[in-house]
């Protein structure tokens, strides 16, 4: 019964010691970046600083989101063991970067346009719209009681839900809307190499401390549902 | 401290304070399992523990009854 929970436990721990450390230094040289390396915007000064995080947090965001959709296509295709439970963390996981999204777009909002929010631009309606629905996606998961009928309908759920991804990443590109700056065109990021650098640095930083809590989520919700069945074995 | 340092900060912290939540929040769940485990282990332990029961003896009419089934096959 213990030795079944420790291997559980010790399977996860190399590589997430070494994910965890990975997320670590790239977060301390993302920031030593952003302080030291990446020159002061010419336009917007010190706050575009906000975008090495802004930037990186939203792509974080799309990415678990994707992952999910991923892992629920397994799930319904192949019927892979835990697919179904690592999709559920990959949307939690996309749900908090995605809360990130929107506080740190709205501190940037509030001193580069002087308003929190504005429902002008397709850019932030459709993130909030794409957040909203993987908050409804927890709320289907919660409403619906432990089994296959549940994991179906949240691979579903999850499969739909990717779609607004490149809605929302692509629309702004599309429409007319000039009040969200888009740094990356089809003529490339519109940007000095110093600031792609420093953005791609945080970027990776994100992935890793992304990749580290789904990781640790992950070996959590597993070593509960052992415990939940042992403890009915022994009830 | 500027307008723009002050944002700048803000927007910093409200990453480094949900990402320290987050990781808190988890570090709680991990240590409940723990002690979870730890219960059953216990718990485990301790019924390994227990002497194997007897087998209940039978009663005196009983063995009368087998006592008289045995003369009857011998």
Wanted: with cysteine.
């Amino acid at each position: 019964m213990e030795g079944t929970l420790r291997s559980v436990m010790h399977s996860q721990r190399p590589r997430l010691t070494l994910s965890a450390c990975l997320a670590l230094v790239l977060v301390g040289a993302a920031v030593a970046l952003i302080a030291y390396y990446a020159p002061e915007d010419a336009d917007q000064g010190l706050s575009q600083k906000i975008f090495y995080f802004h930037v990186p947090i939203a792509l974080t965001a799309y990415a678990c989101f994707g992952w999910a959709a991923w892992k629920a296509f397994r799930h319904l295709s192949r019927r892979q063991a835990g697919a179904d439970l690592e999709s559920y963390v990959a949307v939690h996981i996309g749900v908090i970067f995605g809360v990130l999204t929107l506080a740190t777009g709205s501190i940037w909002a509030r001193i580069s346009w002087g308003v929190w929010w504005t429902w002008g631009s397709d850019q932030l309606v459709l993130f909030l719209v794409l957040f909203l629905f993987y908050c409804a996606y927890m709320m289907l998961r919660f409403s619906v009681a432990d089994g296959p009928q549940r994991a179906n309908l949240c691979a579903v759920y999850a499969l739909f839900g990717v779609v607004l991804i490149p809605v929302s990443f692509f629309a702004i590109r599309l429409s007319q809307d000039f009040i969200h700056p888009v740094v990356f065109n089809q003529h490339g990021p519109q940007m000095a190499g110093s600031m792609l650098l420093t953005l791609c640095v945080a970027y990776a930083a994100l992935l890793a401390l992304a990749s580290t809590l789904y990781r640790i989520e992950v070996a959590g919700k597993r070593i509960e549902k052992r415990l939940r069945e042992l403890k009915e074995l022994r009830a | 401290m500027t307008a723009a340092e002050q944002y700048v900060a803000a927007a910093y912290l409200v990453v480094f304070v949900v990402v320290l939540l987050y990781v808190l929040i988890i570090a709680a769940k991990l240590q409940r399992l723990e002690q979870s485990i730890q219960d059953l282990t216990v718990a485990g332990e301790a019924a390994s523990d227990e002497p194997a029961r007897e087998p209940p003896r039978p009663s005196a009419s009983q063995q009368g009854q087998l006592g008289a089934v045995e003369a009857h096959l011998s």
